[in-house]
């Protein structure tokens, strides 16, 4: 079936460094979106980003179509960006499904 | 104020019993959803609506039922609670196939 991957499933890092987080698709890609998700908490729309890239203060995202990936670049990271970063996309044969990645677990030390 | 609303926020059931989620939109989207979230497993779809009436299965439907009485609520049904149904449940809308989706604040169901 269709399948959302996401790389790296966790990672640490220090206040101030920079973190690139992917999202692979196995097929086509529709209606691309990230969330964020605070321990214990609901998720929070980060982007709807289909295609090309969008900025959003310390974040940017970029979608590429062809190459069925997308990415959420943070720059300048705080502790308080720690959390889960999640990406879906709609299915490919029915947009009404909306399909998760398992996320990306980020841990920013002070 | 919360535009998805879900409720109970934390219910402990024991197994063979009834559990019903509900939830409630003021965004007056016409879909909405219900995941279940879990370690190592992600969130993944339960049952989805298209607006009021509508039901339609997601990923993962077996021992859920849902019902959407009206374009603000949509409910999740469990007719016979067993443990594997322990997990947090989300509830979420959107205005139309592939758009933004915005969640509630999850309900932590508990199975005994």
């Known amino acids: 079936g269709q399948q959302v991957q996401q790389s790296p499933a966790s990672l640490v890092l220090q206040e101030g460094e920079n973190a690139e987080l992917q999202c692979n698709f196995s097929?086509?890609?529709?209606?691309m979106q990230w969330f964020y998700q605070r321990p214990g908490g609901s998720l929070v729309s980060l982007f709807y980003?289909?295609?090309g890239t969008k900025q959003s203060g310390r974040l940017t995202s970029t979608t590429v179509i062809k190459e069925r990936r997308s990415s959420l670049h943070i720059s300048s990271s705080q502790t308080t960006d720690s959390g889960t970063y999640l990406c879906a996309m709609a299915h490919d044969t029915n947009a009404y499904k909306v399909i998760f990645g398992k996320g990306t677990h980020l841990h920013v030390l002070p | 104020e919360a535009a998805v609303t879900q409720s109970p926020r934390n219910k402990v059931a024991v197994t063979g019993g009834k559990v019903t989620l509900s939830c409630n939109q003021t965004?007056?989207?016409?879909?909405m959803y219900w995941y279940r979230q879990d370690t190592g497993h992600g969130l993944r779809l339960i049952h989805y609506?298209?607006?009021?009436?509508?039901?339609e299965k997601g990923d993962i439907p077996d021992g859920y039922k849902a019902s959407r009485p009206s374009q603000e609520n949509f409910s999740l049904i469990l007719e016979l609670a067993t443990p594997s149904q322990t997990s947090v449940y989300f509830c979420a809308s959107g205005e139309g196939p592939g758009n933004t989706l915005y969640f509630g604040e999850g309900s932590r169901l508990i199975v005994v």
């Open positions: 980003n289909p295609s």
């Open positions: 609506s298209y607006g009021a009436g509508s039901t």
């Open positions: 097929t086509s890609l529709n209606s």
């Open positions: 965004n007056n989207h016409n879909n």
